[in-house]
């Protein structure tokens, strides 16, 4: 239980381990900042097609496997972006890290395989807040790097972690015997990976394409298009990537809409405040602190998630999940009301984060518990690849609103220029406090049912 959730952690890292160096990179690359914005971009896309795909090859042949397979990825592509400072090989390095992020579904998948059934909750709890603790951590870590180090020493840090998970992996963790013999779905494979490229490329680059631009709209389009298709060729597969049926469900549905808003509203809480506490003070408003003080801010939130999901699987355990679900949910929005009445103070702001990151862990800890317990045994590694893929789209939503509304909503401070106003953090905060709320309510409409398989 322990190295699967360091395992999390570790390919967790990779979502946020960027972002500290974009503003540095592209005048250490020669490049366009629109071009670095792919090292973010390209990870993102890579984990959203890998986590179903490596979910269902693992339910076939071997969660254990794949889970190794991944964590091979996650070295060689870190080992690659160490080694070059040329960008097209950074973004294939970068692929190769974000292909990774299918270990932590994969992790909760052997989890319920392997571990008695008084451990499972705690286990499952611990590896799936692993995505928020190893992303609140990438923050400070490569913020530090950033500043102190060469900028490449980030990517050996990620690749020596990453090879520690894989011995141990290799060396502890034992394969799952849960086995769904089948072939390969290459067509449905294709048309999700059309599909969610159509989906998060418009989501992600949007800002800078222009969200009324051609190629911004065509690819919606075809996501629109891609989506009837799936959902034709799908249920008529003998055996499918994804299962529709199992899928549309109304705990597995519910469940997932309430992961994409809890993704949303985490992810929307990190960035907006680390942008928050970075502002000038000039702008009357902002803490003036650099790269590292913003990353060590949310430093006590992922700490507090590796200590409250064990303490929550305990709780789901006796009143079961969704009241678990609904706490957390409403925990997180009471941290984004802290933020918005309390931010003066890099103290203020770190405690107002921390509360609302207790509520995440909340939440990601109960999550895979309510699908779980709506799905057969035997598509529980697809069906968790799925749920982390709409935490994704969650994730990467809330990036490219939070870019959006602190790009257009600005006001000129002297001497600087234009800068992100204060109101368009205090609406961040709400939106981020509006969908915590709207996942608690989604919550009370999930049925409460028997563990199936």
Known sequence: MALLAFSGIVVSLMQTLVVPLLPHLPGLLGRTPDDVAWLATATLLAGAVTMPVFGRL???????????????????????????????????????????????????????????????????????????????????????????????????????????????????????????????????????????????????????????????LGLLAGFLVLTVLFAVVEPRRAEPLVDLRTTLRRPVLLTNIVSVLTGFAMFSGFIATTQLIQAPAETGFGLGQGIVAAGLALAPGAVMMSVVSPLSARMAARTGPRLTLLLGSFVNGAGFVLLIAYHDTLVQAAAAATVSSMGAAMAYSSIPALIMRAVPVSETGAANGLNALMRTVGTSTASAVVGMLLASWTRDVPALGALPAHGAFLLIFWLGAATSVASGLLTLAIPVGGRRG
């Not at 990825?73 to 090989?89: F, K, M, P, Q, Y």
């Not at 395989?113 to 992303?135: F, H, N, Q, Y």
């Not at 013999?181 to 800078?208: E, F």
């Open 58 to 216: 693992g339910d076939m042949f071997g969660k254990r496997r794949m889970l190794i397979a991944g964590l091979v990825l996650l070295v060689v592509g870190s080992v690659l972006c160490a080694l070059t400072d040329e960008l097209n090989l950074l973004i294939a390095g970068r692929v190769l890290q974000g292909a990774a992020m299918a270990v932590v579904p994969l992790g909760i998948s052997i989890i319920r395989d392997e571990l008695p059934p008084e451990r499972v909750g705690g286990g499952i709890a611990l590896v799936s807040a692993s995505l928020g603790i190893g992303g609140g951590a990438g923050l400070p870590l490569a913020g530090l790097a950033a500043e102190r180090l060469d900028w490449h020493m980030v990517f050996w840090i990620a690749a020596g972690v990453g090879a520690i998970g894989l011995v141990a992996v290799a060396w502890r963790v034992p394969e799952s015997p849960v086995r769904t013999p089948g072939r390969v779905d290459v067509p449905g494979m294709v048309i999700l990976t059309a599909l969610l490229l159509c989906l998060l490329l418009p989501v992600s680059k949007g800002g800078a394409w222009g969200w009324g631009s051609p190629l911004t």
